[in-house]
């Protein structure tokens, strides 16, 4: 443990003298996040729709009859709201729409007809647009029968205020986390190669699978400190973002995802010989996962193959479950999907790439 640790202080040390590194961290930890929360919008596609109808389903049948792709996806019906709230909670459903037993009644007859809206308001883009969508069918329904005004009882949950910062800046903090992982896990061993002091390290009296942790372990305590000054002077100072959860809870995620994107560094370092092939390589990797998470472009709006392939992507877990605890504040305990993917295909990420690394030994 004391060569460990001495490994580890090591690189540490190396880190904090590379002024442009420490440059870089600072910023893509800070400013990269306010940007993406401040100046990115989404369009939204295949909404998930679930509808609990009490109604006589006479004008209900005609209002769902006009969410059709490419905007929400076929509707499916619920018993009762309860379990609507639950498939919303679950991130299954992202609009939900529960006609009262009077809506026909009232849009005939007395007026006064409400149709209540239950929306998934951590996708703050797609929840405003599907509100739009919804608002400009019905006002096109009650014009087309000269109907009463149908009123939308709006029930923003999770994220009661809908702000796009939010989700954006938090989304784009866990992407970063991802690539500046991989990035640095990589270019501590290649840097090594550079330096031309590879042979120096093979001489150490030192188990190569120590080696390889210590360094992985030192760029995983600069990535985590990174996180939570992200955290407490961006998302928290700034953007003044809710945190519903236990932080401690998903800082354990984070760092055991952490893993899945240092084993994709390893792999990146063993087949690299200098920092640019790293940076190339790198990116290349990343790019696709990062997609596949979900973390750009909502899954449910992807094309159907591509969203059976982001079940693969351990990031598409950790964002979920990231999410899941800053704005619906879940249990631990009803994360364990999420912490069953990031350690499963996490695992067997960091595994492979320490074989790949393993063998230069």
């Not at 992407?175 to 001489?203: G, Q, Y």
Request: net charge neutral; proline share 3%; charged share 15%.
């Amino acid at each position: 443990m004391k060569i460990f640790f001495t490994i580890v202080k090591k690189e540490l040390l190396v880190f904090m003298r590379m002024r442009g590194l420490v440059f870089l961290m600072i910023y893509i930890f800070t400013a990269e996040i306010y940007i993406a929360g401040a100046g990115i919008s989404l369009e939204a596609r295949n909404i998930t729709v679930g509808v609990v109808d009490y109604s006589s389903k006479v004008n209900s049948s005609k209002i769902l009859n006009h969410l059709h792709q490419p905007n929400f996806k076929t509707p499916i019906y619920y018993k009762s709201q309860k379990e609507l709230y639950e498939d919303i909670k679950n991130k299954k459903i992202m609009m939900g729409i529960v006609f009262e037993s009077d809506f026909d009644e009232k849009t005939y007859k007395s007026g006064g007809a409400k149709v209540n809206l239950l929306l998934d308001s951590t996708a703050s883009a797609q929840a405003f647009l599907a509100h739009l969508y919804l608002q400009n069918i019905l006002l096109e329904f009650q014009n087309a029968y000269e109907l009463s005004p149908i009123i939308i009882d709006n029930h923003k949950l999770f994220s009661p205020n809908a702000e796009f910062t939010y989700f954006m800046s938090i989304t784009e903090l866990l992407a970063i986390i991802t690539l500046i992982t991989t990035l640095l896990s990589a270019s501590v061993f290649v840097n090594e190669k550079e330096n031309e002091t590879w042979n120096l390290m093979l001489l150490m009296p030192v188990s190569p699978k120590v080696i390889i942790l210590a360094k992985i372990f030192s760029q995983l305590i600069i990535v985590m400190i990174g996180t939570i000054v992200a955290i407490g002077t961006v998302i928290f100072a700034i953007f003044d973002a809710p945190f519903n959860g236990s932080f401690c809870v998903f800082l354990l995620l984070t760092f055991l995802y952490s893993f899945a994107s240092a084993g994709i560094g390893l792999f990146v370092a063993s087949v690299s010989k200098t920092i640019m092939e790293v940076t190339q390589l790198s990116i290349l990797i990343m790019l696709p996962l990062i997609f596949l998470s979900g973390a750009w472009t909502p899954v449910y709006a992807m094309h159907p193959i591509l969203e059976y392939l982001s079940y693969l992507s351990p990031l598409r877990y950790y964002i979920e479950g990231s999410q899941s605890l800053f704005f619906r504040g879940t249990d631990i305990l009803d994360l364990w999907e999420y912490f069953m993917g990031v350690t499963v295909f996490g695992g067997v990420i960091f595994w492979y790439g320490m074989r790949k690394m393993g063998k230069l030994f």
